[in-house]
């Protein structure tokens, strides 16, 4: 089986796969040409899919690197296409086939430029002609398409491979993670295989970049105003457990890494992420990131067994990037052994919805009703929610506490950015009062 293509190399950074693709069966040089010359290209530009090569050749080499299993590198493919060639090749010609196979093998063929967009979060496939962004705004059209279904059936199929996944007839559907590309970035892939997905192959990559951004920066994008700006400093400071929520593409991350960032440099954060996305500016961070199956289905690191290993890492504060299962049980236990501060996020369309969310999370570790509200309402103390709207784009929506209501725990609104100060707002400040005073104790 083929292992996963490096993702380092990408399409024009090989100028020694052109000198083998130019070099006949006898190993004389005929002549080289870097990646780079071709008139009007880049490592970015979006190459049709048209473009003219010999897709018997193609095909060839296809079939031999997938029964070879070597690695997907430059230098192999080009070895391939030479020996499959018979005979030297033109230098156009050679720069046309290597694109091509550099674009199939080693990158996400013609979604690669859109991939590496900074503003672009997500690249949504479901047709040959049906291909989509979002930057913030909304869905948009990318204008970029394939020639076929049959060509967003092999990327979907290449791209889990990649993953470490299996994409068939017998597995139409694929969850999984895509290596991390030079730029630092993360790509979640899901694809769903016709005829389960009834008008043809569907794509979809979530693009995850490093949460680079500080309170000050999201400020001057006007996610909160100064005053909210204060109030988000004294909550890492009085050292709550906190939440951060929010629908997808909210700027959940984005918030938690920014309030990371004003952790006294005194303290370790340990981190615990389902895929690298945390990237506070804090000189003492370590990061555990999980690891799903192989496409033998072993190898897999859960974030719950990772949440355990945490705790043996004299952390200061431990931070899950997003509870999604069992792992919620791992961090409310932690939480409720001395271990202030810790944080998380948690997909939820309002700070109301918290709790049952959670109730539901737990319900994967084997946590009950009332045990999960019982922990629920002890360890986590505010919740921060985030949303994102047409008008106002990514901003901070509203503060909750936590408060019991009998048997069970609920979000009490201290401030919500449309009304202002709320019913929460005096247990919010009697704790950020008492946390003040234990932190300068």
């Given at each position: 089986m083929a292992s996963s293509?490096?993702?380092?190399?990408?399409?024009?950074?090989?100028?020694d796969a052109v000198r083998v693709l130019s070099r006949p069966p006898d190993g004389t040089e005929v002549g080289t040409m870097p990646l780079s010359t071709e008139r009007g290209s880049t490592a970015d530009s979006h190459t049709p899919c048209s473009e003219r090569v010999d897709e018997n050749l193609v095909n060839r080499v296809r079939a031999r690197l997938v029964s070879e299993g070597s690695d997907l590198t430059a230098h192999a493919i080009a070895v391939a296409v030479r020996e499959e060639s018979g005979a030297p090749l033109g230098d156009g010609e050679v720069l046309?086939?290597?694109?091509?196979?550099?674009?199939?093998?080693?990158?996400?063929?013609?979604?690669?430029?859109?991939?590496?967009?900074?503003?672009?979060?997500?690249?949504?496939v479901s047709g040959p002609d049906e291909v989509w962004v979002d930057r913030g705004a909304g869905l948009e059209r990318a204008g970029v398409s394939f020639t076929n279904e049959e060509e967003v059936r092999r990327l979907a199929q290449r791209l889990a491979l990649a993953a470490g996944r299996r994409l068939d007839d017998a597995q139409p559907w694929v969850d999984g993670w895509l290596p991390e590309s030079t730029a630092g970035t993360t790509v979640r892939l899901h694809a769903v295989l016709a005829p389960v997905a009834a008008d043809g192959t569907c794509v979809s990559l979530r693009v995850l970049r490093p949460?680079?951004?500080?309170l000050?920066?999201?400020?001057?994008?006007?996610?909160?105003?100064?005053?909210?700006?204060?109030?988000?400093?004294?909550?890492?400071?009085?050292?709550?457990?906190f939440l951060v929520t929010g629908s997808t593409g909210s700027g959940k991350t984005t918030l938690l890494g920014a309030l990371l960032g004003e952790v006294p440099d005194t303290e370790r954060i340990v981190c615990v992420e389902e895929a690298r996305e945390l990237?506070?500016?804090?000189?003492?961070?370590?990061?555990?990131?999980?690891?799903?199956?192989?496409?033998?289905g072993s190898g897999q690191i859960r974030m719950s067994e990772l949440v355990r290993q945490a705790l043996r890492m004299r952390p200061d504060r431990i931070v899950?990037?997003?509870?999604?299962?069992?792992?919620?049980?791992?961090?409310?236990?932690?939480?409720?052994?001395?271990?202030?501060?810790?944080?998380?996020?948690?997909?939820?369309?309002s700070p109301a919805e918290v709790p049952a969310r959670l109730e539901a999370l737990g319900a994967h570790g084997g946590m009950g009703r009332r045990a999960l509200?019982?922990?629920?309402?002890?360890?986590?103390?505010?919740?921060?929610?985030?949303?994102?709207?047409?008008r106002r784009g990514r901003h901070l929506a509203g503060v909750g506490v936590l408060h019991r209501a009998g048997s069970e725990a609920r979000v009490r609104p201290a401030w919500e950015v449309e009304s202002g100060w709320g019913p929460g707002r005096r247990q919010l400040?009697?704790?950020l009062a008492a946390g003040a005073e234990r932190t300068e104790c």
């Open positions: 293509p490096d993702r380092s190399s990408v399409i024009g950074a090989d100028d046309r086939t290597i694109r091509r196979l550099h674009r199939e093998f080693l990158g996400a063929g013609p979604l690669e430029s859109l991939l590496r967009r900074s503003d672009v979060t997500d690249v949504l949460a680079v951004h500080d000050a920066s999201l400020w001057r994008l006007s996610a909160f105003d100064s005053d909210t700006w204060s109030l988000l400093r004294s909550i890492v400071a009085a050292r709550p457990a990237n506070p500016v804090h000189p003492h961070v370590v990061r555990l990131v999980a690891r799903t199956p192989n496409i033998e899950v990037g997003e509870a999604r299962g069992a792992e919620i049980r791992e961090l409310l236990d932690c939480l409720n052994t001395g271990h202030e501060g810790g944080a998380g996020t948690v997909h939820a369309n509200h019982s922990q629920l309402a002890a360890a986590i103390r505010v919740v921060l929610h985030m949303r994102r709207t047409a400040l009697d704790m």
